[in-house]
Structure formats: C-alpha cells, structure tokens
C-alpha cells in the first residue's frame, strides 16, 4: 500500500504551510491559543479570523465553485485541515454550518437553496446550529415531536429542542420538525431551515459542566417558516439527518489524527516536567497512546481513501466516532492525573497547571462519546451495519 501523496499534492500543502506561516494572527500567536468559539469576545476575532482564511481560498475546499467552494479534491482538502492544525491556525467558526448544513444542502437541497445558503455560511456571515435533539429524541432521533404543520406556503412550527450547540448565536437553526404525526416514525420527519430571528423562537442558554454556555434549550411556539425552506420531500427529512449523522461521525481524516499528535506532545512534555516519563506505568500508557494515535492515522487514510473514490461516509463513522471519543478522555484524563491536586484549579487562577488545560480537557471531553449518537448507539450501528449482526 502506497501512502505518499502526489508531487502536486505536496506542492498545495507547502503553498497552505506558507501562507499560514505569514498569516496567523499576532494576537493569536501571543498568547491566545485557547481562544474557543463558545467564549465571549473571541467569537469575533475567530469569525474574523475565518473570514480571511475564506478570501484566501483556504475554506469551502470541497465545495463547487459556483456555490462559494473551492471545487478541490478530498486530498487536496484532507491536506488543508491538516495542516491548519500542524501549523495551529485558530480554529474557524460555523462548524455545524459548514460541516453538516451544508452537505445537507449540497446533497439534497434545491437550486436556489444552494444560492441562498451556501455562500453566506462559508464565509461565516450567517451562523447556524443543529435543531436534532428533543428531551424525548437524543438517541431515538426518529422520536422527534416538534410539529410542523403545513398552512399555505408556510409551515406553523410548535416545539422544543435542547442541547442546541451555538444556538444562542446562530442566524439559522437546520430542525428535524414531525410532518405527518401518522406516518410511521422514520417517515413523518422533514429537515427545515429556520431563521432564528423569527418571531415565536426563544433560545435558553445551558451552563455546561466546564461552565461554557455553548448549548440551549429552544422553543418554538406558532413560528412561521417558508415552505421553501424544507430540504427534501417534507416526509423525507430522516435520509437527510443520515447525511448529517455521516458527516458528523466521520469528520476529519487527516486532521483529527494531527490534532491527536498536538495533544500527545503536549501529555509528553508534561510527564517529563513531572518525572512520570521516568515511571514505568506511565511510560506504557504514553507509548499506547501514541499506538493508537497512529492507528487513527491510518484509520483516517482508509477514510480519505474512501472518500477519494467518492463513497461517501458509511456506518463506518461510527468505528472512528468510537475510537477517537475514548481516546480523547483516557487522554485527557492521564494529563490530568499527571497534574495532581494543582491540576484541578482553572484558567485564569494563581497555580493552576498550564492554565487549567487538562481540567478543562477532561471535563469536555465526557461530551465526546454523547454527542452526534452516545458511544452505545454507535456500537449498536457498528454490530448491526458494519459487522451485519442479527438485531436482538
Ligand atoms: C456537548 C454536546 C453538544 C451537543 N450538541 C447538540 C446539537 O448541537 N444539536 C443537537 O440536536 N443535539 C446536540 N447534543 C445532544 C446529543 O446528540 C444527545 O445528547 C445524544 O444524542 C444522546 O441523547 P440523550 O441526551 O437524549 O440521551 P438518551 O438518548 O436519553 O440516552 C441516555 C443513555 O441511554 C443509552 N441508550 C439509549 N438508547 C440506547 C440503546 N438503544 N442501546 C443502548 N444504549 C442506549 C445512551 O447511550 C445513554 O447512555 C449535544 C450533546 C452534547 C453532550
């Protein structure tokens, strides 16, 4: 098997490496490398920051050209999102947008959806988030209750959603919304796009175990949509979310390894300003992450090349969704160890470890194997799907 990339391949990741090497901001390189797009006051710069990055041609890479995208290949594109981390660029904002609304549209939308939407989002000038989960649908999804019923040309939404990323600051929320409450239950949902500034939606904000605001509560009560906003037949929203859910499980190839790579050198540098790489136990636990951050490398390279030939992501997401959300808390949770008592006091407080990084670290990454499908559903996809085990 042949893992090297193309002359011209390699040529596009040192045009990316340059330009990020002239590029990155200064504020973010003095200092600001935890900025996060659910912080108050970093939103801005971040959104400010992606802006640039899209009128360079480094956003939308696989995106057609006429819809704002850079028409590039999966390669191409897996090279980009792994050099952004290599180099740590700042992160980007509108990743629910650009990550799973807009092949949502890509793949199921109309023209003149592709029109509106697509080109806004990518260049972050319209902010969306995820309308999946009720308080009776987080792992049964096709329970979703919120009602859209249609009057005319437009659909009367009435209902709840909750644990909606970013909610409190999106233009635009993608809803799985019931259409026909008669229909078996795959078969009533549809996938509406909804304006968040329309009057009868209400965004709670939820504080989270790591105290950011990222999530909401949402209700729609009477909220008036276009039907032209439905994305696909109105009955047909369940196969669209299944695009979503694909996206979500499988993204980043390249890049989630990389970021593995950042995160591992960081644990190392840490065992030896602690002594723990002198441990043997700890020693051990290091070298098996690194095992298994190249075996997410590899896993990645199968992914791209799947993707490469234009096969789309497959129940197979669920393996790496697995893989990397477990990874990520023994991580997280071997870093914290490392820090000791200290290790506990956050950001911002006198003697606190590498300003609080690995709390932090541990506390968010017990949302990993919950959101997009808990670790459990993924295996239940995984036995049934993948390995083609009998349902019990
Ligand atoms: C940080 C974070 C961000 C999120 N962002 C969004 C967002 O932007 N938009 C959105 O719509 N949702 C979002 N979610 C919600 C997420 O998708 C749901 O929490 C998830 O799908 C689980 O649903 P639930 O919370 O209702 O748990 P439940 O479905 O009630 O599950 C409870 C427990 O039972 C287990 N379980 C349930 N059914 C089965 C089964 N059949 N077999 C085995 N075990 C089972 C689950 O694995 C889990 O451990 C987010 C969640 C988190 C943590």
């Known amino acids: 098997m042949d893992f090297r990339f193309t002359e011209s391949e390699e040529a596009y990741r040192a045009e990316v490496r340059g330009w990020l090497d002239e590029n990155i901001p200064e504020w973010w390189r003095s200092g600001h490398r935890d900025a996060r797009e659910e912080t108050e006051g970093d939103f801005e710069r971040l959104r400010t920051w992606h802006q640039t990055l899209y009128d360079a041609g480094y956003l939308g890479g696989t995106w057609p050209v006429e819809y704002g995208g850079q028409g590039r290949t999966q390669v191409e594109n897996a090279l980009l999102q792994e050099e952004l981390v290599r180099m740590h660029a700042p992160p980007t904002v509108n990743g629910l947008g650009i990550g799973l609304a807009g092949p949502a549209i890509i793949h199921h939308g109309t023209e003149s959806q592709k029109r509106r939407f697509l080109r806004p989002m990518l260049r972050a ?144 540098d840490l065992a030896r300003e602690t002594g723990a790489n002198e441990r043997p136990l700890e ?33 197979e997401s669920s393996i790496a969704k697995v893989y990397y959300s477990e990874l990520d808390q023994r991580m997280a949770r071997a870093g914290n160890a490392l820090t000791g008592a200290y290790g506990q006091l956050d950001r911002g407080t006198d003697r606190a470890v590498a300003d609080g990084r690995w709390s932090q670290r541990e506390l968010t990454s017990r949302g990993v194997s919950i959101f997009s499908g808990t670790n459990q559903i993924q295996r239940n996809i995984i036995a049934e799907r993948v390995l083609g085990l009998p349902r019990r």
């Open 125 to 268: 000038e319209e902010i969306w988030c995820q309308g999946y989960s009720e308080p009776g649908a987080g792992s049964d999804l096709a329970n979703v209750q919120t009602r859209a019923e249609l009057q005319g040309d437009k659909y009367l939404v009435n209902g709840q959603k909750i644990w909606t990323s970013g909610a409190h600051r999106a233009d635009w929320n993608f809803c799985l919304v019931r259409t026909d409450p008669d229909a078996p239950k795959h078969g009533g949902i549809g996938f509406l796009l909804i304006d968040m500034a329309t009057k009868g939606v209400e965004v709670q904000p939820l504080v989270q175990i790591n105290r950011n605001r990222g999530f909401s509560q949402v209700f729609y009560t009477d909220v008036e949509v276009p039907a032209e906003n439905m994305v696909g037949k109105p009955t047909e929203g369940w196969r669209v979310a299944n695009t979503v859910l694909g996206y979500e499980r499988g993204a980043g190839t390249l890049s989630r390894s990389a970021g593995f790579e950042d995160r591992f050198s960081q644990l190392a």
């Open 283 to 315: 020693r051990q636990q290091l070298a098996q992450f690194a095992i298994e951050i190249e075996i997410l490398r590899l896993n990645g390279l199968r992914s791209l090349t799947a993707l490469a030939k234009g096969e789309g992501h497959g129940p």
